[in-house]
């Protein structure tokens, strides 16, 4: 028993010295086997009560119990601590993680993306398929701007073609008679899409450039309707308290025609152009204008990019520099 | 077109302040682009003044001493000016008073001798180009200390509007006074001009060849006129509108273009050669040295004024210089036309000139006016230049009748979504100059008669807009009805759908502009006859309509690593262009394209790196992702990329995937490789989804490590195990690449990870092996080499 007692001290006082020395986990699972595996020196000592006379049997199973548990739980504090002590060194959660690439919406999109949503909100179905080199029908012609006319001078046009049949689209508004041409009224329709003009680069026009544009056509359309169109369009876009103004203009392919400026940040902006569509379009697709009337407006899509986000240089929207884009 | 304030008060009564008139204007839809006060810092700071006394200045010997009598003192003042003398009336600018070239005159000591301001030239008053001296009053007419600003015309305002191309009519103070006049209520006090005609001067003859070119030509003589300079009101309100001054005759034309819209041309009667005008197209060959100095070549288009040997004029264009008014001309021939704005754009189109004439005749001039004007040029010159006027020879054919139209109360109202009295819609009719009878009796029918100098009303909805343009837009409320029988919608495509996948991919989205030059587009054809090309391009680097958005991409990767923005990661999203003959439009196909070059930044964690092919490879993932489809690439011979290949969608191609060339990338001044693709959109599907059946139970995964010669492409494996495909295997991925030792040289090992899994039940290992082995046994089959199966002897 003595024998027992002498050897329970011993295993104990070489156990607290080594345990104090043990950092990491492995080591302490060796340490763990040393002493509790099933020949380790705690497993072991048990094998000896067998010896111990029966009246010492219960002090010397209380002895060694006490040992067992003792070492048990200075393991598992050990291990708390050198978990602990682990998270602490292994993770400095103040580092930043790893490098990540994070995709951009061009700001172009997000305009558009606005602009197609106020526009579904309104009724209009939004049409982004169409071609982008036109004939001079759909483009001039059946808009009611004859060859020779003045207002050609309007659109500064591109041609691919010598005789001049072919060109690039100086607006959306060919849109108009394509859908018109396909489809009975009425018919509400929104066009953004991608316009073309003899411009060179500067700090407020492109040589390519977005436009977006609107039709409604049905019984009794009105002024008064394309101005409550327009004044919600343009509260949703630039806020509730928006004012717009509209003052007489001249477009061929409407009558009246008018030009719209918003109240924004302290100027008024032009910005758009609109009128009742000219019933001589209306003839152009066949549809008869004591039957139907209609609404058209259409705008600069870059320039509304530009005053939303307070974008100086138009060029800024398309050279691809990185740093801008991440800006969006 | 620049205009007057106190002139346009001249012809029309109106309450309006000049800045009110800026906002009237706005709202007839007259655009102002430009307002000022001319006497801006001179008003109080000029004066009238008389020289009472003039010295020699001591210390200089040109310049002179004089003292100034200026109404309330006398000042003392240097000057410069040649002329001056004791007794002369000058105009004396006092120190504060800022001209209109921006210079502000200060009391100064000129070599010795206090100055206290100026006297001012016509030059310095921004009344003339240049001066030989100061303005010199009329005697008798001024006392020292008056105001001289009104005498200069400068006590004004002065417009810049801009007049659509419709309103030719508002081309002259005329027209723009009565579009006032319907705005204002107030009467016309348009100027009366009566000529006693003599008619022994005798008319000149003139023969109109092509009467829908040249509807009419008026034609009037004035003999033994006196050309001088025109009186100072005459040139000070023309320099005041941008127009330079000449000689008497020539600034009367141009007074009355200005005044009625209608642009006149006077000749030189003598330089005339034989006795007729004859209106003719040009004969091929024949050219016009014009009143600007430059020769023109002409060609059987261009309409000319020509006497009997010659062309004399551009019709309706410019003049000839050889038959100008000079101050030796004694007889004038006063041309009042009128040109069809066709012929007259033609001509300005080829021969890129533009003048205050043509730009009226494009617009539609009133061909009523031609004998008007004439009248009052005639009327004037006899004023200002003296001499005999003749009758006039109105040469014309059939002309234009009045339009009347019928405008109906209930397609007003439609059309305006508003109820307009019909007594206010006669007003502002009438009020137009527009004649106005009730057709219906009630005012629900109307029959106006528009007058022709409105050409650009000629149905209902035009007078319509008169009369909302009148009474104000404003005025008319606003309705908002809702939508309707009609749904918003935006049926989106794979255009739109691609836009997800890219940013989820981490792809920033790039927007370029669709030209590029044609060596840019060379790399990217088979053949040049595929690309689209602008015959009048901005300029030739914009001069092709790309067959490609990988150009575009280049140019903004070229940028963005030249300004050391180092990872390029950039997709857009576009149109290419391809040719198809001048008899069909081109063909535009909506294309994905994705470049990636340059170096993924490093950071504490992970080493910088060149970023490579396989960067751009997860762009076809994230597609493939987000559309739920299987894209393939199989090798391909691409003229722009080494290597290359094709991207393929059930069985078709849609796309080319590869890194740029060193010689394409050398000519976009590139220096790091470029991993680009272009996919064409209008091939796929739109992403779809439907739920399936999440497997409940795991999977049980096998590796097969193969054996292959180098050039082998992982695809071939991928295509192999695809064919033999077991009913459960779930998924295969490739795991590891390996070449080296111990394999053999040449060769590589590709370890693929299979995943074999049952919808409703855990498969037992022997199911598994069973598949496993059938599966190398296919590979077997079809001649590959397993490791650790039979790759004895390759080993």
């Keep these: ?328 | 077109m620049k205009v007057l304030y106190n002139w346009l008060k001249e012809i029309v009564d109106f309450d309006y302040t000049p800045d009110e008139l800026v906002g009237v204007m706005e709202s007839l839809g007259i655009e102002v682009e430009d307002f000022k006060y001319l006497a801006d810092g001179l008003k109080g700071k000029v004066r009238v003044a008389r020289i009472v006394k003039l010295s020699d200045h001591p210390n200089s010997d040109h310049l002179k001493i004089a003292v100034l009598n200026v109404g309330d003192g006398e000042v003392t003042v240097v000057s410069g000016a040649p002329g001056l003398y004791e007794g002369a009336t000058v105009i004396w600018g006092a120190p504060g008073a800022m001209l209109p070239n921006g210079m502000k005159l200060e009391k100064r000591v000129i070599r010795g001798v206090e100055s206290n301001g100026m006297p001012l030239s016509e030059e310095e008053l921004g009344l003339a180009d240049r001066s030989e001296t100061v303005i010199f009053l009329p005697d008798g007419k001024f006392e020292p200390g008056d105001d001289p600003l009104p005498y200069l015309g400068l006590d004004d305002y002065l417009y810049d509007i801009h007049i659509t191309p419709n309103r030719g009519d508002l081309l002259g103070m005329i027209g723009l006074a009565y579009d006032i006049k319907a705005k204002s209520g107030g009467e016309m006090h348009i100027p009366e001009f009566h000529v006693d005609e003599e008619p022994e001067i005798g008319t000149y003859r003139v023969d109109i060849e092509n009467l829908k070119a040249c509807p009419r030509y008026v034609a009037r003589i004035v003999r033994d006129v006196k050309v001088q300079a025109s009186p100072d009101w005459l040139r000070y309100r023309l320099a005041l509108i941008g127009q330079r001054p000449i000689n008497n005759i020539v600034d009367v034309t141009n007074y009355v273009l200005f005044l009625t819209g209608h642009p006149i041309h006077a000749f030189d009667l003598d330089r005339l050669e034989g006795d007729r005008i004859v209106v003719r197209f040009a004969r091929k060959g024949e050219k016009l040295l014009c009143l600007d100095g430059v020769e023109r070549e002409l060609d059987p288009q261009i309409l000319v004024i020509a006497d009997e040997r010659k062309p004399v004029a551009i019709a309706g264009v410019i003049g000839g210089e050889e038959t100008g008014v000079t101050e030796e001309t004694r007889n004038i021939l006063i041309e009042s036309a009128m040109f069809d704005q066709a012929t007259i754009r033609r001509a300005v189109t080829a021969l890129k000139v533009t003048t205050e004439s043509s730009y009226r005749f494009e617009r539609k001039a009133d061909v009523n006016a031609a004998p008007l004007a004439s009248l009052y040029a005639a009327s004037m010159v006899k004023e200002l230049a003296g001499g005999r006027v003749g009758p006039a020879n109105d040469v014309h054919g059939e002309l234009l009748k009045p339009v009347t139209i019928t405008l109906r109360q209930s397609y007003l109202d439609r059309l305006l979504g508003h109820h307009i009295e019909p007594k206010t819609v006669v007003s502002i009719l009438e009020g137009l100059g527009f004649q106005v009878e009730n057709e219906s009796g009630d005012g629900k029918k109307l029959s106006v008669t528009v007058p022709s100098r409105r050409r650009d009303i000629s149905i209902e909805a035009d007078l319509v807009e008169e009369v909302a343009r009148i009474y104000g837009y404003d005025n008319i409320p606003s309705r908002l009805e809702s939508p309707g029988s009609l749904v918003g919608k935006w049926e989106r495509s794979p255009f739109e759908a691609v836009l997800d996948a890219m940013l989820m991919a981490g792809f920033i989205e790039s927007k370029t502009i669709e030209f590029i030059s044609p060596e840019d587009a060379k790399y990217f054809v088979e053949s040049e006859d595929d690309l689209v090309r602008i015959i009048n391009p901005v300029n030739d680097l914009y001069s092709i309509v790309r067959p490609s958005l990988i150009p575009s991409l280049l140019q903004a990767t070229s940028i963005n690593l030249r300004r050391g923005n180092r990872e390029v990661r950039l997709f857009e999203r576009g149109k290419k262009f391809k040719w198809r003959g001048p008899n069909e439009l081109p063909e535009e196909t909506e294309v994905l394209s994705v470049v990636v070059a340059g170096t993924k930044e490093g950071s504490w964690i992970e080493k910088e790196r060149q970023l490579d092919f396989y960067d751009l490879k997860v762009a076809l993932q994230a597609i493939e992702e987000h559309f739920r489809i299987r894209l393939e690439t199989e090798p391909h011979d691409i003229k722009f990329m080494y290597p290359g290949g094709v991207v393929v969608y059930n069985g078709k191609q849609i796309g080319i995937i590869g890194e740029i060339k060193k010689d394409v990338l050398k000519h976009f001044d590139i220096k790091v490789p470029v991993f680009a693709l272009e996919i064409e959109l209008t091939e796929l599907p739109m992403p779809m989804r439907k739920y399936t059946q999440i497997p409940k139970f795991p999977p049980v995964k096998r590796d097969i490590s193969i054996l292959v010669d180098r050039d082998v492409h992982y695809g071939e494996i991928e295509k192999a195990i695809e064919e033999l495909r077991p009913e459960y295997l779930s998924d295969f991925r490739v795991v590891d690449l390996y070449e080296g030792k111990p394999l053999p040289k040449g060769k590589k090992s590709i370890t693929i990870s299979l995943s074999f899994q049952h919808p409703e039940k855990t498969l037992r290992d022997t199911e598994v092996d069973a598949m496993f082995d059938r599966l190398v046994r296919g590979l077997i089959d079809r001649g590959f080499i397993i490791r650790g199966i039979n790759d004895e002897g390759v080993k």
């Design chain 1, 1 to 328: 028993m003595e024998e027992l007692r002498g050897k329970v001290e011993q295993i104990r006082k070489e156990f607290n010295q080594i345990i104090a020395e043990v950092s990491d986990l492995d080591a302490l699972e060796r340490l763990r086997i040393r002493y509790l595996g099933r020949k380790g020196e705690v497993t072991e000592l048990f094998k000896l009560l067998k010896s111990v006379p029966a009246e010492e049997k219960r002090e010397a199973g209380r002895l060694l119990n006490e040992l067992k548990n003792e070492v048990r739980e200075a393991i598992a504090a050990r291990r708390q601590e050198i978990e602990a002590s682990f998270e602490r060194e292994a993770y400095d959660i103040t580092l930043p993680g790893r490098p990540i690439s994070t995709g951009h919406k061009h700001p172009l999109t997000q305009v558009f993306e606005e602009l197609n949503e106020i526009a579904i909100g309104l009724g209009f179905e939004v049409i982004t398929k169409s071609p982008e080199i036109e004939t001079d029908y759909y483009n001039f012609e059946a808009l009611n701007i004859p060859a020779h006319h003045p207002a050609r001078d309007m659109w500064s046009t591109l041609f691919v073609t010598d005789d001049h049949r072919m060109l690039l689209r100086t607006h959306t508004s060919p849109v108009q008679i394509r859908t018109m041409e396909k489809r009975q009224p009425p018919l509400r329709i929104f066009v953004p899409g991608r316009v073309y003009r003899l411009d060179p680069f500067d700090q407020t026009h492109a040589p390519a450039f977005y436009q977006a544009e609107g039709l409604y056509v049905d019984r009794n359309v009105s002024f008064a309707d394309l101005k409550g169109t327009l004044e919600l369009f343009a509260k949703e876009l630039f806020g509730p308290k928006t004012k717009l103004k509209f003052v007489p203009s001249f477009f061929p392919f409407t009558e009246p025609s008018a030009e719209v400026s918003v109240y924004y940040n302290g100027e008024w902006l032009e910005i758009l152009g609109c009128g009742m569509v000219h019933p001589r379009v209306f003839e152009a697709v066949g549809y008869d204008p004591e039957e139907w009337s209609g609404f058209a407006f259409g705008f600069g899509v870059d320039r509304m990019a530009m005053i939303k986000f307070g974008i100086k240089d138009i060029r800024l929207l398309y050279e691809s520099d990185i740093r801008f884009l991440k800006e969006f």
